[in-house]
């Protein structure tokens, strides 16, 4: 009888089972993704051509995972040999299964010229997108036979999480296999993909070693926890509008959400209208209404977005300007918006000013206070609920960029009280612009509020978000 050297969980055994070409098993802590991951590329390797790399952003923390390949793979196969220089494993059969890394965005041009029928990143969500889809272009055959696919693990969090949240948890259905059709030359190619859900309580071996881990990851501040334990995409370590909350029951009776159903706006209420200038990156413009309370609501949005995230569609100011009159003139013909705009725009290094460009379509700026702190503040202070659950700020729900960047962006590691720049903060910059030139004071304590939590104890009376309340 043949010696089982390892032998896969339930959801271990659908990830490694499914034939899409892009597979994610990710959600919270300890649900077995990087034992998986390391024992995926074993099920080619009797194949000569076959090639797999097994990607982490650094190499130091790699090493786990190479210390668990030497345990497995030496088992299931004594005359593999590891190759400590090269961070690669050579079979019997003359297949290879590389360890890499990408620790800077230009390290994806390491891997330009290889092909690799198998690739596999651990935890993604601290890969960028360029770095991800860059891979594509480098996943396919050394010859027949082979099974071409990308598969990746990973949790709530990190520079990725954004990106990450919007290809796979927002878009997908988990187990529903997604499929992208894309024409090229007239032929149409077909490209699928699928998620697998993983918590910590689909990994019954863990949990019998080691009992009190629910416990300890139960201890974690509230972000982590609901991240780490449940899986909760909305929330993770290191995001900055903790407040943020997106729930579709709540969006007509206004409370305890941030995103709202449209309604039509008074024509008495003040009207503005912000950009962020971008164009390798994406431009954002924002279309806003203030009520009598001084409360601010996202009627619209022009982002300028290609499919793939925080790519700009390279417009330039003319045809900016020529895209917000015609919005204006179909959905605000009379109403008057003052323009609150990056200070940047006003700059005249070369020729005339971007401003400049505006105002020649009729499209006028002036330049909002782009003091970064300050505004950081003033983004917590409208996103703060009160007593009633109902905050300074709402967002109308088909505002997809808005709805989607603002709870993913995260603190910068060097400044650490300011948002990551890198990160996709194009609208959060031209809101901030906007809640600058209308400042409120800071809020009392009320609403939700984090309070210290002990887990062991008796569970505290909590909202329907699982915050206590002040």
């Known amino acids: 009888m043949a010696k089982v050297i390892w032998t896969p969980q339930p959801k271990q055994r659908i990830f490694l089972s499914r034939p899409e070409s892009e597979v994610f098993y990710g959600g919270a802590a300890g649900g077995g993704k990087s034992d998986a991951i390391i024992v995926r590329p074993l099920r080619q390797v009797h194949i000569p051509h076959f090639r ?51 620790q800077h965005k230009k390290d994806r041009l390491k891997y330009q010229g ?53 290809r796979f948890i927002l878009s997908m259905q988990p187990f529903k296999r997604y499929i992208a059709r894309v024409k090229v030359a007239g032929r149409e190619y077909v490209k699928d993909r699928v998620f697998i859900p993983a918590t910590v309580f689909d990994n019954p071996i863990l949990l019998n070693n080691d009992p009190n881990y629910i416990a300890a990851l139960a201890q974690l501040p509230e972000a982590e926890r609901k991240a780490l334990l449940f899986g909760d995409w909305n929330t993770f370590q290191g995001q900055v509008f903790v407040e943020w909350r997106d729930d579709p029951t709540h969006y007509k009776d206004r409370q305890w959400t941030h995103v709202i159903s449209p309604f039509l706006v008074p024509r008495e209420w003040k009207r503005f209208r912000t950009l ?8 954002s413009v924002g279309w806003w209404a203030m009520d009598h309370d001084g409360r601010l609501y996202r009627e619209r949005e022009l982002y300028g977005c290609t499919n793939e995230p925080d790519r700009g569609l390279r417009w330039t100011p003319g045809q900016v300007a020529e895209k917000i009159k015609e919005i204006e003139d179909k959905y605000y013909k009379g109403i008057h918006f003052r323009g609150i705009a990056d ?49 300074m700020m709402y967002s109308f729900s088909w505002n997809k960029g808005f709805n989607r960047t603002i709870p993913t962006l995260v603190y910068d590691d060097h400044d650490v009280e300011d948002v990551d720049t890198s990160g996709e903060d194009h609208c959060y910059d031209e809101a901030r612009y906007l809640f600058m030139d209308n400042p409120i004071p800071a809020p009392p304590s009320v609403g939700i509020t984090e309070q210290p939590y002990n887990p062991l104890d008796t569970e505290p009376v909590r909202d329907h978000y699982g915050f206590m309340r002040a």
């Not at 982490?56 to 030496?74: M, V």
């Not at 220089?85 to 590389?98: I, L």
């Not at 962020?276 to 431009?283: A, C, I, K, L």
């Not at 917590?380 to 009633?388: A, I, Q, S």
């Open 114 to 166: 290889k092909r690799f029928d198998e690739i596999n990143f651990d935890e993604l969500t601290h890969f960028t997108w360029d770095e991800y889809s860059y891979m594509f272009s480098r996943n396919r055959p050394g010859g027949p036979g082979t099974h071409v696919s990308i598969a990746a693990t990973g949790n709530p969090g990190g520079i990725g999480h954004g990106w990450v949240k919007q």
């Open 276 to 283: 962020d200038w971008g164009y390798t990156r994406p431009f």
């Open 343 to 391: 200070p940047a725009i006003f700059q005249r290094d070369t020729g005339e000013s971007i401003a400049w460009t505006f105002e020649n379509y009729g499209v006028y700026w002036e330049p909002g206070d782009n003091k970064r702190i300050p505004g950081k503040m003033q983004f917590h202070y409208r996103l703060t609920f009160d007593e009633n659950g109902y905050p």
């Open 52 to 102: 797999a790399i097994i990607f982490r952003k650094t190499f130091p923390e790699a090493s786990q995972l190479i210390d668990r390949s030497l345990e497995l793979y030496k088992k299931a196969f004594p005359a593999a040999k590891y190759n400590d220089n090269k961070h690669v494993w050579t079979f019997p059969s003359g297949a290879k299964v590389y360890f890499g890394s990408m």
